[in-house]
């Protein structure tokens, strides 16, 4: 079946601009997550979505970075004013969510530049 | 959640075990080990999890000692498409989040 798909694949934007990354999660997965990942480093966490609602989003690192899932499926994470240090690849992965196994499913991301 | 510790990188020479182990002296009593792996420019995979037994898929065996502070990932016959970071992760099943949290992982370098 179909996997958790992102677009776009690659963004290239300038600084300061507005950009908006979007997840296609598995067809009935109740969780979304979403990661950053810097070259070299391992994922990093950014906010977690149980339905519509973000359980989690302590990861979200200031205020320019806002995400939403208005219907509990595709989820878009915004960034405004972006800055060169939001150059990574965002991932999303998206789970079950049952106890007590917890198999998140990762999309290949979307690798943001911004020059 | 528990933090590890894992060595930076490993080779392995195709065909034969690759042993990949894990440090996680912190782990409390209701977290879980978990193991994915990443492949170049491609997402996380899940690979397998486990509490206090050792466990066995169709991809690895999961070896945890019997004090839980450590654990050792084995690939029984590893090939090429298993070059890749590996990382070990350790967090609470049901808990607020479930979020991963990632270290730097060990990147497996299978050998011809």
């Known amino acids: 079946g179909a996997g958790v798909s992102q677009t776009p694949s690659n963004k290239v934007t300038e600084k300061g601009k507005y950009v908006e990354l979007r997840c296609d999660p598995i067809?009935?997965?109740?969780?979304l997550y979403w990661y950053r990942q810097s070259l070299g480093q391992g994922p990093e966490f950014l906010i977690y979505?149980?339905?519509?609602?973000?359980?989690?989003d302590s990861g979200l690192p200031n205020d320019r970075f806002f995400a939403v899932r208005p219907e509990g499926s595709v989820s878009t994470l915004k960034i405004q004013r972006t800055e060169r240090g939001d150059s990574a690849v965002y991932l999303c992965?998206?789970?079950?969510?049952?106890?007590?196994?917890?198999?998140?499913?990762f999309g290949p991301g979307t690798r943001l530049t911004v020059l | 959640d528990a933090k590890t510790t894992q060595p930076t990188s490993m080779d392995c020479a195709e065909g034969r075990a690759a042993n990949l182990p894990c440090n996680h002296s912190?782990?409390?009593?209701?977290?879980?080990v978990y193991w994915y792996r990443q492949i170049h420019s491609q997402g996380p995979q899940y690979i397998i999890h486990?509490?206090?037994n050792n466990e066995t898929n169709e991809m690895a065996s999961l070896i945890i000692t019997e004090d839980r502070k450590s654990s050792t990932l084995i690939l029984p016959h590893a090939t090429l498409r298993d070059t890749a970071v590996y990382y070990c992760?350790?967090?609470?099943?049901?808990?607020?989040?479930?979020?991963?949290?990632f270290g730097t992982g060990t990147l497996l370098a299978v050998q011809p």
């Open positions: 992965a998206s789970s079950l969510d049952v106890e007590p196994y917890n198999e998140q499913f």
């Open positions: 067809s009935g997965h109740t969780a």
């Open positions: 979505f149980q339905g519509t609602g973000a359980a989690d």
């Open positions: 912190t782990i409390s009593g209701n977290e879980y």
């Open positions: 486990g509490l206090k």
């Open positions: 992760i350790v967090l609470i099943n049901g808990g607020a989040t479930n979020k991963l949290i």
